[in-house]
């Protein structure tokens, strides 16, 4: 793999349009078939000819449109939206250990679960079916918010700050959190335990649809200012010197990437790993141009999670595993591998 | 890269072919009442064995632990956890559930799917059980047996009765359950908990709140129960009764003084299911042995 990079780079030195067409085609394949796999595998399995000549029983039919399909197309949301949003603050932090947890969004939004789960009882009709989801990202957007705010008092919008910031709010959600796991009952507990590790498995039309349509704009948005992230990896002072209005620039990518993880974590609980280490493995592969970076952080992190989510719901068949786990107990020692393989190349 | 994918298949290959297991499919015996049933919820679990109509079940929750061959009946996960394409993965005709069964997308996701599901409000008291297997002897068609059933139940409900009306003392019990770390949960009013202990003949300790409140060391000793009333697993997590007895403020009761802790399996005493009267009648036993 890493040879085939590197033979694309020599190779394409001089045209990296071509380069970046290709690389973002070999991921866009690795999409398809990611998807091809995921549609035919499962507790019940389906045959891909069948699926493609529409011969499927009713049965099988109402299975694969009600259930599978929303579910590979959510994996697939929400492994482009941590994807991007991963890769857009590291480049906006500069730093490769940032991830959307750092902006609050994933704490805010638990604290919101939580104090829906322990406080508001049962709720039914359609905040049963969505409350959880609704709560996840108001208190996701609204913590970020609040950091982004902080950050604003020092008069620079400073990433210090808001990093600062976001460590401090990360601890009071955290503990608001605790304190209702400390209130709650048994069956309360395991509602929000099971919420933390993330899952796919309540995928309807409707969330999945919302979500796109939250996600597929952030793309856009993020793909035109890849650019000015571009110029930010030279230093705040040298982008403002370059012409770039650095303050709008963050807070565009500080909006755009809580609406992403907002999004996903209202869909699917919260799932790890895959914010901080798509963008990671797509800078070590392939350099960190984010013209290039957004569009694969994206096209990979979606193949990524669809493949997760696909073993999760057959390992343990039929009940399934929350593919937050998975995603942190497969990726983890993978990355590892290969920042001791990076490490070895250089001397 | 290439040696990682080849792995990543491999590991693949054996869940592929699990996938790949047909399912059997029983031949239907009685027209229009259910022959392939997902039943998720220990108390209807125990409601259609006790009918005798295991042999319909294909697969149930993690809750449904009683009769023990229960247990090898595949699980589709924790009933508040399901997932929609295992539970649909063993063809099931109908999905018995309580209210509790969740989350409420992956209902609607079964919805959905065109399967029946029939949903049965968790029994608290002895009148929802006696709803309960009502409503699943006229599922399973088989209103006879479960006419029966009710009558051995209510004849052990007649027994529970008698023997509580002859006892002029109600011991003072404290209930206590321990879910992970932290402080062990006590009972207060309004919990099945609370409804057993009340049935048989006994008094919970605490009534000033409802619900489950963490356990603080003076409240245990304020209460002064007699007799400590927990679940078997509580107690094998606590490390044994010399262990459950050490808890600070437990110590001081007079139920640790004289040692008197009661183990009870949770799904007995709190299922609410038909098995109900015959825990409450041992736990009654068991609160007057001395």
Not at chain 1, 162 to 184: P, Q, Y
Not at chain 1, 319 to 344: A, H, Y
Not at chain 2, 51 to 59: F, I, T
Request: proline share 5%; with cysteine.
């Amino acid at each position: 793999m890493t040879t085939l990079t590197r033979r694309l780079t020599v190779t394409f030195q001089d045209k990296p349009e071509q380069r970046l067409r290709i690389i973002l085609g070999g991921l866009g394949c690795l999409l398809f078939m990611a998807g091809a796999l995921s549609v035919t595998v499962g507790a019940l399995s389906l045959d891909l000819a069948q699926i493609l000549s529409g011969s499927l029983t009713e049965f099988d039919q109402s299975v694969l449109f009600s259930i599978r399909l929303p579910r590979i197309l959510l994996a697939a949301t929400v492994g482009a939206a941590l994807g991007i949003s991963g890769a857009a603050m590291q480049g906006l932090f500069r730093n490769p250990l940032a991830d959307p947890a750092l902006i609050g969004i994933t704490g805010g939004a638990a604290l919101a679960v939580a104090c829906v789960i322990v406080l508001a009882g049962t709720v039914s009709g359609y905040l049963g079916l969505y409350g959880l989801g609704i709560a996840a990202f108001v208190g996701g957007i609204a913590s970020s918010m609040v950091i982004m705010r902080i950050a604003r008092f020092s008069g620079t919008f400073s990433v210090t700050h808001m990093l600062l910031a976001g460590i401090a709010i990360n601890a009071v959600t955290f503990a608001g959190t605790g304190f209702l796991t400390f209130l709650s009952d048994d069956q309360q507990l395991r509602a929000l335990s099971f919420w933390t590790m993330g899952s796919l498995g309540g995928a309807l039309w409707e969330p999945v649809l919302v979500c796109l349509t939250i996600v597929i704009p952030c793309l856009f948005v993020l793909i035109r200012k890849s650019r000015d992230l571009n110029l930010l990896l030279l230093g705040e002072e040298n982008a403002t010197y370059a012409g770039l209005d650095t303050h709008r620039l963050k807070r565009a990518i500080v909006i755009t990437a809580s609406l992403c993880v907002g999004a996903a974590v209202a869909v699917s609980g919260i799932i790890g790993f895959i914010g901080l280490v798509v963008p990671h493995l797509i800078r070590l592969l392939f350099g960190s141009d984010h013209k290039l970076l957004i569009p694969a952080s994206a096209l990979f992190g979606a193949s990524l999670l669809v493949l997760a989510d696909t073993v999760a719901r057959t390992v343990v068949a039929p009940t399934e595993m929350p593919v937050g786990i998975l995603t942190s107990l497969v990726g983890g020692p993978f990355f590892l591998w290969l920042l001791v393989k990076q490490s070895r190349l250089k001397p | 890269m290439r040696t990682l994918l080849a792995a990543f298949l491999l590991v693949l290959c054996p869940v592929l072919s699990v996938a790949d297991t047909p399912g059997q499919i029983n031949s239907p015996d009685r027209a229009n009442s259910p022959n392939r049933i997902v039943s998720v919820g220990g108390a209807l679990t125990e409601i259609i064995y006790a009918l005798g109509e295991q042999g319909r079940l294909v697969g149930s929750d993690t809750t449904s632990y009683f009769p023990p061959e229960a247990e090898a009946l595949p699980k589709v996960g924790y009933q508040r956890a399901l997932s929609a394409e295992g539970i649909l993965s063993l063809r099931p005709d109908t999905i018995l559930m309580n209210d509790e069964a969740g989350p409420p997308p992956v209902l609607k996701q079964l919805a959905a799917s065109k399967v029946r599901l029939v949903s049965l409000p968790s029994a608290t008291d002895l009148d929802g059980i006696r709803r309960n297997i009502r409503a699943v002897g006229a599922l399973l068609d088989v209103p006879g047996t479960a006419d029966a059933l009710l009558q051995t139940f209510d004849k052990t409900v007649a027994d529970l009765t008698a023997v509580t009306a002859r006892q002029s003392d109600r011991p003072r019990v404290l209930y206590m359950m321990n879910h992970g770390s932290g402080s062990p949960m006590v009972a207060g009013r309004d919990t099945s908990a609370d409804s057993i202990i009340t049935l048989a003949g006994g008094q919970n300790v605490v009534d000033g709140y409802t619900g489950y409140k963490p356990l603080t060391p003076e409240a245990a000793a304020a209460h002064a129960p007699d007799v400590i009333l927990v679940s078997t697993r509580t107690l094998e997590q606590a490390g044994g009764m010399e262990s459950l007895l050490r808890i600070p403020g437990l110590n001081l009761t007079p139920a640790a003084r004289n040692r008197r802790i009661i183990p009870m399996d949770d799904l007995l005493l709190l299922g609410f299911g038909p098995r109900t009267p015959a825990a409450a009648l041992d736990l009654n036993k068991r609160l007057h042995s001395q």
